[in-house]
């Protein structure tokens, strides 16, 4: 969908958080990273989070982080609280959880249940279980990056996956 001519466009870094009115288009690249969107359908409002970690090895600190899924959760309910909405009323999407390195697990290693982006999954479901959201639509998993379009205006989240490149061996010859 053509972008309005009025509508800003936000481009999120890795940590970044972004809640808007119907004036706003939000991007990212996601590689082992998770984006959640949020969309409320009938007041125009929503946001994204760009999220690398479930959730900070260390003590809090005085101030939210978006680098951690938990902590941007928060930042959410902050959000919704403040236009006083209820999460039970937004369209949840989920995105990204690539395995960046899909030449490392085709080598005879199997894929960990602990990697990255196996525990950025999983904690993107828990999350919003617990705090009364329900997915809408999710693309998760898989090999490779992604960027991930999200329009306020309209709710419409569009996902762009490139080829995978594959890296080869160079064999040596005599």
């Known amino acids: 969908m053509k972008k309005p001519a ?16 119907e004036n706003t288009r939000i991007r990212t690249i996601l590689g082992s990273c998770v984006s959640i969107t949020m969309w409320h359908p009938t007041r125009l ?12 090895s260390s003590a809090a600190a005085d101030s939210l982080d978006g680098r951690y899924a938990d902590e941007a959760m928060q930042m959410f309910i902050q959000e919704i609280r403040a236009v006083k909405t209820h999460p039970a009323e937004y369209r949840v999407k989920l995105f990204g959880a690539g395995n960046m390195f899909p030449s490392v697990r085709n080598k005879g290693t199997h894929k960990s ?24 639509a999710q693309d998760l998993g898989g090999d490779g990056h992604r ?11 569009w996902v ?11 064999k040596e010859y005599s």
Request: net charge neutral.
């Open 6 to 21: 009025h509508v800003i466009e936000i481009f999120l870094q890795p940590g970044d958080f972004y809640f808007a009115d």
């Open 45 to 56: 409002l929503g946001g994204m989070c760009h999220y690398m970690l479930p959730s900070r």
């Open 113 to 136: 249940a602990t990697s990255v982006p196996d525990k950025n999954m999983a904690i993107a479901h828990s999350l919003v279980e617990k705090l009364g959201f329900k997915v809408e």
């Open 147 to 157: 960027e991930v379009i999200f329009d306020i205006w309209s709710g419409y989240a």
């Open 160 to 170: 762009k996956k490139p080829p995978v490149v594959k890296i080869l061996q160079r």
